[in-house]
T-cell receptor
Framework: EAGVAQSPRYKIIEKRQSVAFWCNPISGHATLYWYQQILGQGPKLLIQFQNNGVVDDSQLPKDRFSAERLKGVDSTLKIQPAKLEDSAVYLC????????????FGPGTRLLVL | AQSVTQLGSHVSVSEGALVLLRCNYSSSVPPYLFWYVQYPNQGLQLLLKYTSAATLVKGINGFEAEFKKSETSFHLTKPSAHMSDAAEYFCAVSSRDDKIIFGKGTRLHILP
């Protein structure tokens, strides 16, 4: 079965520009997660979707970050405007259900903000 | 609130030697515990998980971990290290229907 797909793999932008990341989860997985992984740290959950509804976005900086999963399948994460501290790897993961089900991760998008 | 502490941001072992990566957790409810591995430029891959069944959990690639409630620990071990085990390892904690909290990671170096 195909894994979680993410694009682009790498992105370099200047501060105050906008950027968008795309994720296509494993087919049939109801739950989709976006994580931010800053160099030297573990992944931090930004937002969790159950189908096309938001379950948890408590750690999403909503003044600049937004995410959607309109049809309950693929998802986009947007940053507008970007700051230097947004430089990180953005990981998408999916799982069949919520909770303790194994999460399957994509390869990530490495963002560098100059 | 739940949290995870991984002792040692870098661990080096010789090829063929025992691998021991330490993880301590904090949780007010019975935890679910995970170990993930991340190879360079890749996403995370589940090694093993504890969900309140057997306290000794066997995972992929010869890794295993033991849940010790009295020590609030979930250390990862492998009897004999292989060069291909060089990667970053993340311990994580969750409770039912809650988000997973990851530790900061331990980078494992294998010496020839």
């Amino acid at each position: 079965e195909a894994g979680v797909a993410q694009s682009p793999r790498y992105k370099i932008i200047e501060k105050r520009q906008s950027v968008a990341f795309w994720c296509n989860p494993i087919s049939g997985h109801a739950t989709l997660y976006w994580y931010q992984q800053i160099l030297g740290q573990g992944p931090k959950l930004l937002i969790q979707f159950q189908n096309n509804g938001v379950v948890d976005d408590s750690q999403l900086p909503k003044d600049r970050f937004s995410a959607e999963r309109l049809k309950g399948v693929d998802s986009t994460l947007k940053i507008q405007p970007a700051k230097l501290e947004d430089s990180a790897v953005y990981l998408c993961a999916s799982s069949p259900f919520r909770g303790t089900e194994t999460q399957y991760f994509g390869p990530g998008t490495r963002l560098l903000v100059l | 609130a739940q949290s995870v502490t991984q002792l040692g941001s870098h661990v080096s072992v010789s090829e063929g030697a025992l691998v021991l990566l330490r993880c301590n957790y904090s949780s007010s409810v019975p935890p679910y515990l995970f170990w993930y591995v991340q190879y360079p430029n890749q996403g995370l891959q589940l090694l093993l998980k504890y969900t309140s069944a057997a306290t000794l959990v066997k995972g992929i690639n010869g890794f295993e971990a033991e849940f010790k409630k009295s020590e609030t620990s979930f250390h990862l071990t492998k009897p004999s290290a292989h060069m291909s085990d060089a990667a970053e390892y993340f311990c994580a904690v969750s409770s039912r229907d809650d988000k997973i909290i990851f530790g900061k990671g331990t980078r494992l170096h294998i010496l020839p």
